[in-house]
Structures are given as structure tokens and as C-alpha cells.
């Protein structure tokens, strides 16, 4: 089975990279604008003028995993055009180039739980209707329309993955690369928010155990799955946990940040049902977390 790792050189797509070239090297590729002089598996993209046709049209492959794309809920307030543009108009133009020259391969597609925005029951389950609180959010279901199109009228296999708070080694932003760079820097880290709201995280380690499921579980018929713990939990509790590790003390500002939504928690029976089970405690993973930041730190 030959795989293309759209995005290899993000946080997620390089994990997903990895993982599936320790199963089949030979049948891995990554793709990306980033030059790389040493892997003879991996494809540049022009970085101004991103073209899949010949992508698809040279190579013949199985599955095509989207890891690329914007993920920045404050950047797409200030840049939504740009956002768009890396989130939906890519997605369509890889879409377009798997419909002309790979009819037959099965299209993974990187979403969001910000389709949501805040669910008015929880756990959320993908039937509940998307009120998406900012153009990232609003971006990541018209490409999940795109997706439902692309398979509705041209019969092209995709998926969705709506993923929650996905964290680990890599991650140079969000919520634990944000408060670690405040714990150096403060007495006592300000943190947003009351305390009160919740996430759903998961492991990147658990992310691409998933994407190796849906592979061979989903069923590629213009679906959205959800992709969490199915575990609500609070910020008061990460803070303590967290911060607990950094030895830093901590204070809630009570602002709520725009385009944040309040609280998460996923219905994953979707992907229960396809065998998966959590490998990394949150506990466990937040101390890998720690442990690569200060390595990193020292590079």
C-alpha cells in the first residue's frame, strides 16, 4: 500500500510520516514546500503555486493523507483569505487532482472539533449541528463540504477527521508551548480563561495509531469522524498538572479569547469501534512534552 503524507514537515504530518515509514518505507512518501536534500522519498511543492495534478498523475498512490493546511484560530481572524486559502482551496485543489489521475485512492482529510463551536450537549457526536466560532472553524467544514462533494458526485473515497486537542513533541504553539515559554519568563503564569472550560486532548503518538484505523476501518464515503479521548478535562486541572511539573505558579485571567470555544468532549464511538484505545496517559504525555521542549530549548 503507497501512502502520501501531505504536510510532512507539520507537527502532525511529520508524526504521521514517521509512523508509517517504520511499517513500509518503500511505500511512504512525504510531501511538502520545505526542501529536504537527503529523503529520497520526499516531494518539494511550490510554495507560491502548489500543483497536485502532476503529483497524482506521475505517482500511483493508495492513500493520501492531508496534514497540511493553517491551524491557527488567531490567524485566521487576522488573515481569513490566507486561511482559506491554505485550508479550503488547497483541500480542493488535491480533491481536483485525485478525481482526474487517482480515481482510486482514498483521501484522509486533517478537520476540526472548531466546527463545532460550542455544543450544546457533551459529548458531541458528528450529527450535532456545526456553529463554528471563527473563519478557521468555518474554513475546516467547507472543506469538509468539499470532501462530501468530491465523493457524492465524482465518487472519489474520502474521510474526515474531526481531530480535538491534539499535543506532543513537535508542537511549537498552543496551549503547552504558550504556557512553558510563560513559566521562564513570569512569576506566576496568567492564563486565559476562568479554569472552567475543558478540552479533549490526545496524543499525536494516539493521532496516527488512528489514521492507520481509518485506513483500514472507514469507510470512505464522505464521512466525519471524531477523533479524541473521549475525556472532558477541565484547564483548572491541566494548569495544575502542568504547571505543577514546571514548578511555576499560576492565575486565571478570567478573559475569555475570541474565536475560543467553552467546552469539548468527543463521542468517539466511531473510532472504538474500529479498536482504538489510548496508549498515552495525558499525564504520561505531558512529561514526554516537557522533556522534548527542554531539549529543544537547548538547540
Not at 504556557?179 to 486532548?201: A, P, W
Not at 495509531?209 to 471524531?226: P, S
Request: charged share 20%; hydrophobic share 40%; with cysteine.
Amino acid at each position: 500500500m503507497k501512502i502520501l503524507i501531505i504536510g510532512s514537515k507539520g507537527f502532525i504530518g511529520s508524526h504521521a510520516y514517521h509512523h508509517f515509514s517504520n511499517l513500509n518505507k518503500d511505500e511512504t512518501w512525504g510531501c511538502d514546500v520545505v526542501v529536504d536534500y537527503i529523503d529520497d522519498h520526499y516531494i518539494l511543492l511550490d510554495s507560491t503555486n502548489s500543483d497536485f495534478n502532476d503529483l497524482f498523475e506521475q505517482e500511483r498512490f493508495d492513500v493520501c493523507i492531508n496534514c497540511s493546511g493553517a491551524a491557527s484560530v488567531p490567524d485566521s481572524l487576522v488573515h481569513p483569505l490566507r486561511d482559506f486559502t491554505l485550508n479550503v482551496f488547497t483541500a480542493g485543489k488535491i480533491l481536483e487532482a485525485i478525481r482526474r489521475y487517482a480515481p482510486l485512492c482514498k483521501y484522509i482529510h486533517l478537520s476540526s472539533a472548531a466546527v463545532y463551536g460550542n455544543p450544546s450537549v457533551l459529548p458531541v457526536n458528528v450529527l450535532s449541528t456545526p456553529q463554528p466560532l471563527s473563519p478557521y472553524g468555518w474554513h475546516k467544514l467547507y472543506s469538509e463540504q468539499l470532501c462530501r462533494e468530491y465523493h457524492d458526485f465524482f465518487g472519489v473515497q474520502t474521510l474526515c477527521l474531526r481531530i480535538f486537542s491534539a499535543y506532543g513533541p513537535g508542537l511549537k504553539k498552543q496551549l503547552f508551548w504558550d504556557l512553558y515559554q510563560k513559566s521562564r519568563l513570569t512569576g506566576t503564569v496568567k492564563i486565559y480563561g476562568t479554569g472552567n472550560e475543558s478540552r479533549d486532548f490526545i496524543h499525536v503518538e494516539d493521532l496516527v495509531q488512528v489514521f492507520e484505523l481509518a485506513i483500514q476501518h472507514g469507510g470512505f464515503n464522505g464521512e466525519a469522524v471524531n477523533v479524541g479521548n473521549g475525556e472532558e478535562v477541565f484547564l483548572k486541572d491541566i494548569a495544575a498538572l502542568y504547571l505543577g511539573l514546571l514548578n511555576s505558579d499560576y492565575a486565571f485571567s478570567g478573559e475569555i479569547k475570541k474565536g475560543d470555544p467553552l467546552n469539548w468532549c468527543a463521542d468517539i464511538s466511531a473510532i472504538r469501534n474500529w479498536g482504538y484505545e489510548n496508549k498515552i496517559t495525558l499525564s504520561e504525555g505531558l512529561k514526554g512534552y516537557i522533556a522534548w521542549i527542554k531539549e529543544f530549548d537547548l538547540d
